[in-house]
């Protein structure tokens, strides 16, 4: 067993607003191991290097002090993170919607039955494909740990015994429906009493609109097989709940630390690359669990799509041999998508992608109109899980408040995305920088 100190953190629009350093120090205070963050906007890498940690995942904005990696068929939904070299836990980090935000709509006179309606379409859908991967990781017995900041209230805040707006039991779906797929809110469980608000006590703590609503929007949440031993809450000295003070406080969040203990356990085989997009001259570090050592296994380095017939390189696992790291160069290859597949007495176990781009490569996008659908498309885009592209007046400087549609790219360096019944007329196509509203690149669509 292994005892795991988790956070989540969402940092506000990266962190910078107030004080990156204290950041930093929360997430240090918090006595994390590792940390699911929320609105990066590009800065985990620099937020782990301030750790003195060696392990980030911008792709899924995580920060350990243990090795992590997506294996080969996470989907971009959770990484392993290698308590040991041969024995792993599985952790998922998300940032659910935030807007049209359910209690302000009820402060505002919708109706129960609209709120409910809207959290089922909006944050329900926007979750639904994590549940699937979820469940997949539950059922193979592996344990499952997720942060985030899901914008959502949970059921069991709600109730006779709340203060507040909350004196009115309310089924949120969000929250039932974590449950339902078998998982356990950490906070929850270890203090059932405190009501453990995350949002908002001011940004920058304690300036407040007159009108604001707090709530618990931000969790960790467990599987079954985790034993949860504690949970706090990270902010402000003096704030209601909160166990780990830090003043000056950074975020409009607080940020929420369990302390658990995970059997961690060996992952069944798998390969996953540490960087999903590579410039040309750089290296491909590969991770992976081999099933039988370096004798029978070999790793290589292919053609997206080609048999290892074709490899570019082939390596065996070296050292560690069952669980452990190795590089590919790109020397000698060609700008494209590769795959790097695991085989074991010459039969394919595992295979990944990673994307292969030229020296200095500028994110590019580029549309069409079909009818009344918009087709973007873009390539060498950063490749994180929360870039973005939005369809915009054509020239609009109002990047925050003219997005007319948006979806998130699902954290591909090359891909596509159809906008369906997009009013006639000139537009811009932007695509956004990990959460954020920086410009990455944009296509002007005349007609």
């Known amino acids: 067993m292994a005892v795991v100190r988790v956070l989540s953190f969402n940092i506000a629009i990266g962190g910078e607003s107030v004080d990156l350093g204290q950041v930093v120090e929360a997430i240090r205070a918090s006595g994390a191991d590792v940390a699911g963050l929320q609105e990066c906007e590009g800065n985990a890498p620099r937020i782990a290097s301030l750790l003195g940690w060696a392990h980030v995942d911008e792709r899924h904005q995580i920060v350990s002090r243990w090795p992590i990696v997506e294996p080969h068929d996470a989907a971009g939904r959770y990484v392993y993170v290698h308590v040991e070299p041969e024995r792993v836990f599985a952790f998922s980090n998300v940032h659910l919607p935030s807007d049209p935000y359910g209690p302000y709509e009820l402060r505002d006179g919708c109706t129960l039955d609209d709120v409910l309606t809207l959290e089922r379409d909006l944050r329900g859908a926007a979750l639904a494909p994590w549940l699937d991967a979820w469940r997949r990781v539950i059922a193979g017995a592996v344990p499952l740990l997720v942060a985030g900041d899901f914008n959502a209230p ?33 906070y929850r469980c270890a203090e059932p009493l405190r009501p453990g608000i995350t949002w908002t006590y001011g940004f920058p703590h304690p300036r407040v609109g007159d009108d604001e609503l707090t709530e618990r929007i931000d969790y960790v949440w467990v599987s079954h097989d985790i034993g949860i031993i ?52 750089g290296t491909i570090p590969v991770r992976y669990a081999a099933p039988l050592g370096a004798a029978a296994d070999r790793i290589s380095l292919v053609p997206h799509g080609a048999d290892v017939a074709r490899a570019r390189a082939t390596l065996s696992p070296r050292e560690v041999e069952y669980c452990g790291v190795v590089h590919f160069g790109t020397g000698g290859l060609e700008p494209g998508v590769f795959d790097v597949v695991l085989t074991s007495r010459e039969h394919e176990i595992a295979r990944a992608s990673v994307h292969v781009v030229a020296p200095g490569a500028l994110p590019c996008v580029v549309a069409e109109r079909l009818g009344a659908d918009v087709v973007v498309t873009w390539t060498d885009a950063p490749g994180r899980k929360y870039d973005w592209v939005g369809l915009y007046g054509i020239g609009d400087p109002d990047v925050e408040h003219g997005v007319r549609q948006h979806a998130h790219t699902g954290a591909t360096v090359v891909g596509r995305h159809v906008f369906h019944d997009v ?21 002007h669509l005349r007609s």
Not at 155 to 182: K, N, Y
Not at 246 to 270: M, Y
């Open 230 to 281: 504690a949970a706090d809450l990270v902010g402000p000295d003096g704030v209601p709940d909160v166990t780990v003070a830090v003043d000056r406080w950074p975020s409009d969040h607080l940020g929420v630390a369990a302390t658990v203990d995970v059997d961690a356990v060996a992952p069944r085989p798998f390969v996953g690359v540490l960087q999903h997009r590579v410039e040309l001259g």
């Open 154 to 186: 949970s059921h069991r805040d709600w109730g006779d015994a709340a203060t507040c707006h909350r004196q009115r039991s309310i089924a949120w779906p969000v929250s039932i429906s974590m449950e339902t797929a078998g998982l356990a809110d950490a």
């Open 423 to 443: 009013e006639p007329g000139p537009l811009t196509v932007r695509l956004m920088h990990d959460d954020s509203f920086a410009i990455a690149a944009e296509h």
